[in-house]
């Protein structure tokens, strides 16, 4: 028996992540006056980082979704292994 490819990416537990354009990232930066550096991180080695191929230094925005709350946003830099 072979294994059975699955696409994390649609599981209903999984928020969509999106790579930000460098001009957005700028944009975000600026708009909450920080650096990259004071964002949360994200290893590259995340099944998520890597299906969207983002590389380190790449900042992500991750849009999760909540009865409650509606929707949200988080936002985190990518870096890579130590």
């Given amino acids: 028996m072979g294994k059975r490819k699955v696409d994390i990416s649609k599981h ?4 969509e992540h999106i790579v930000l354009s460098e001009e957005e990232a700028n944009e975000l930066l600026k708009k909450l006056n920080i650096t990259k550096s ?3 991180k994200i290893l590259a080695s995340d099944p ?3 299906k969207i ?3 380190p ?3 992500i925005k991750i849009v999760r979704r909540s009865p409650t709350a509606g929707v949200y946003y988080y936002y985190r830099v990518v870096i890579s292994e130590k």
């Fill in 38 to 40: 004071q964002l949360p």
């Fill in 57 to 59: 230094g790449d900042i």
């Fill in 12 to 15: 209903e537990l999984v928020p």
């Fill in 53 to 55: 191929k983002a590389k």
């Fill in 48 to 50: 998520m980082v890597k």
